[in-house]
T-cell receptor, first 116, second 111 residues
Framework: DGGITQSPKYLFRKEGQNVTLSCEQNLNHDAMYWYRQDPGQGLRLIYYSQIVNDFQKGDIAEGYSVSREKKESFPLTVTSAQKNPTAFYLC???????????????FGPGTRLTVL | GDSVTQMEGPVTLSEEAFLTINCTYTATGYPSLFWYVQYPGEGLQLLLKATKADDKGSNKGFEATYRKETTSFHLEKGSVQVSDSAVYFCALMNTGNQFYFGTGTSLTVIP
């Protein structure tokens, strides 16, 4: 079955520690995205990548980093510089990342990160 | 810039009631419009979409019509069920594959 997997589903971290959230897709999609979801605030874009070895900052990139070494993988690192990292993190992908594309985004099940 | 505004919740309805969740947008050009649904503890699932003016998206009894003259994409269902309880997000996508989501509307359907 094709889809997007995120792991782990729940993650706990001590303050001051970096942590990496996994996102893998086997849909052969070019574009991948990371969103943060907080109660009452909807989704906010952290980073996105339209092709391998390229990525751009979204609206709230500070304190986060990403890599896109493989088409199917787009891990997100939450660094100690992120002041309020407790949130629900969603990964998504879409077929193309270029202009004039009108393809929906497919979402993973999410990772809930809690900083203790 | 592009943006989406949807009605604030929470919305509570009795089973078989009529549902409307309002969504309006601001965008340059001709965006595609989407409704996503999120069940508790899960990711978002595409519910329906419309890619041009006057298109009607429909799925699982839900409908929404792309109204360019009123820049709206309101979600409707004639008879809701308890299983429809979820958070609903309106979204638009413009050129460059950039998505813009509304803040979500929580729906609870009681028996």
């Amino acid at each position: 079955d094709g889809g997007i997997t995120q792991s782990p589903k729940y993650l706990f971290r001590k303050e001051g520690q970096n942590v990496t959230l996994s996102c893998e897709q086997n849909l052969n999609h070019d574009a991948m995205y990371w969103y943060r979801q907080d109660p009452g605030q909807g989704l906010r874009l952290i980073y996105y990548s339209q092709i391998v070895n390229d990525f751009q900052k979204g609206d709230i990139a500070e304190g986060y980093s990403v890599s896109r070494e493989k088409k199917e993988s787009f891990p997100l690192t939450v660094t100690s510089a992120q002041k309020n990292p407790t949130a629900f993190y969603l990964c998504a992908s879409s077929i193309e990342g270029g202009l004039s594309s009108y393809n929906e985004q497919f979402f993973g099940p999410g990772t809930r990160l809690t900083v203790l | 810039g592009d943006s989406v505004t949807q009605m604030e919740g929470p919305v509570t309805l009795s089973e078989e009631a009529f549902l409307t969740i309002n969504c309006t947008y601001t965008a340059t050009g001709y965006p595609s419009l989407f409704w996503y649904v999120q069940y508790p503890g899960e990711g978002l699932q595409l519910l329906l979409k419309a890619t041009k003016a006057d298109d009607k998206g429909s799925n699982k009894g839900f409908e929404a019509t792309y109204r360019k003259e009123t820049t709206s994409f309101h979600l409707e269902k004639g008879s809701v069920q308890v299983s429809d309880s979820a958070v609903y997000f309106c979204a638009l996508m413009n050129t460059g594959n950039q998505f813009y989501f509304g803040t979500g509307t929580s729906l609870t359907v009681i028996p």
